[in-house]
């Protein structure tokens, strides 16, 4: 997908730099990178300013640039989320002042929907308060987590309830008056995705800011892409770790480790198959749906086991917090907790599996 050696070298360059959160490293330098190079339109429908093509091309997109940054993968995948939003709305404000920028990635674009995910898997309430008026929305709450927030240049989809039970989706900017967003996080890793609280006193905004005035459909119709571009991310660290340990086998490994090693490459190309049958897919059935499931729990799993065995093919010069290997520990340590989480998945499986014995 991405053959610019070039570029990739500029991921990797400054990998470190952004998973520690080093002084002046941020987000933003990826973004832009991603920008120039066209990536952000990847998957988006010509008509509406992108390069058309599909959503397998940003799941493979994403994974090569995980490969060498998750940090830069993560928001690449916010971003690339924060489009779907705005691609899959019917406002076509939104599509023709708000999409642009964030393809250009003149505006950061956050996705605040961990909770709105939840609460359309059944986990949770919308923790947001929404009030409509005849030419408003005013929104009321706390969100505990949001990642790609640039300072004062960020628009954050979130999802809220109305007193009557109804529940939107809506595009918040980061001027919008009552929006507080919070320090920056202290994470294990991805320290420069730049995640933060927000808080909504009486924030106020037109009609023209909802993505959708109907949330419960909106989200099932996204979730699907939401998820899949997930995937990349645990695709790019399997790929590069097994490539990693494969170069550290030698005559004084290899017996140990080549089983566990040939089983994660076997395990690695059946998963990487299901990401391409699935990835052309346009409208996912529920049996789809629940294969994209159990697939990006199987990728999530690969890819902590991978990057164990790399550990454990390189040795203690692995276990130095500057190498790449120490790094990718505690990249990867984030993809078990990224909503929804693997917990949260497993739930949802069981939960389906139960309605199903009983019907």
Known sequence: MIQDQKVQLQFAEHAGRLNDGLPGSHAGESLNLLAQAGWLGLGVPESLGGGGGRLLDVVEAIAAVSEQCLTSGFVFWCQ??????LAASDNRW????????????????????SNAMKHLAGIEQLRLEARLDAETVTLNGFLPWASNLRPKQFAVAIAAQTSSGRSL????????????????????????????????????????????????????????????MQCGLALGIARRSLNETLQSINGGNEQALINHLRHNTVTLAQLEAQVWQLGIVSTFTLAQVRQLFELRIALTR??????????????????????GTARRLRE????????????????ELQRHRAMEQVA
């Not at 939104?94 to 929907?113: F, M, N, R």
């Open 94 to 113: 939104l599509q023709a002042e708000i999409l642009p920028q964030a393809l250009k990635a003149e505006l950061s674009g956050a996705t605040g929907l």
């Open 169 to 228: 989706v809506v595009a918040v900017p980061a001027s919008a008056q009552g929006l507080k967003r919070g320090e920056d996080l202290q994470l294990l890793g991805l320290q420069a995705s730049w995640t933060s609280t927000l808080s909504l006193e009486q924030v106020k905004l037109s009609h023209t800011w909802i993505i959708s005035d109907a949330a419960q459909t909106f989200l099932a119709k996204i979730r699907p892409a939401f998820v899949l």
């Open 302 to 323: 690969l890819a902590l086991d991978t990057v164990w065995l790399e550990l454990e093919a390189k040795g203690g010069s692995a276990y130095f917090k500057p190498s």
């Open 80 to 85: 690339r989320a924060f489009i779907e939003y």
């Open 332 to 347: 990867v340590a984030f993809l078990p907790v990224l909503t929804p989480s693997l917990v949260q998945l497993e739930t």
